[in-house]
């Protein structure tokens, strides 16, 4: 609903078969919620959120990416954006934990966080976590 009132057109390119990583249903879902929610705020006038799934060539690692046509990350916070309260709105707009819990939550799960971002272009954080193969770890 959020998305439709902000104009923002989502774009789902998931990867082809199920696929499964290890872990808490309830924790990878808020991290993906975080992200998304920061993409949607990042694009005030509207703008695309693409989200895709992708498996590497070893079918061991997944990659999930959440790209935004929003205003960007400066290169000067991108050492900062996963500190805990570190955040650019304006007070009492936002906690500054978003993404210090999607670090933590990607990083518990044995997975990877990156980030490349430009200013006025948009945003794509990629999450990288071993997919579950059935057997135990």
């Known amino acids: 609903h959020k998305m439709e009132l902000q104009r923002v057109a989502l774009t789902l390119e998931l990867a082809s078969g199920l696929i499964m990583v290890r872990g808490d249903t309830n924790q990878l879902q808020q991290a993906m919620l975080n992200l998304i929610f920061n993409a949607i705020e990042a694009m005030p006038d509207g703008g695309g959120l693409a989200i895709s799934t992708r498996t590497d060539a070893s079918g061991e690692q997944v990659t999930i990416e ?3 046509t929003g205003y960007g990350i400066p290169a000067a916070n991108l050492d900062h954006i996963y ?8 007070p009492g707009e ?3 934990l978003g993404l210090s819990i999607v670090y933590g939550i990607i990083k518990n799960h ?3 966080v ?3 971002s430009t200013v006025n272009r ?3 954080f990629s999450l990288r976590l ?3 193969t059935g057997e135990s770890a």
């Open 66 to 68: 959440v790209k935004d």
């Open 83 to 90: 500190d805990p309260f570190f955040s650019t709105k304006a």
């Open 94 to 96: 936002g906690t500054g």
């Open 110 to 112: 044995g997975g990877r």
């Open 114 to 116: 990156k980030v490349k």
């Open 122 to 124: 948009g945003t794509i």
């Open 130 to 132: 071993p997919m579950y």
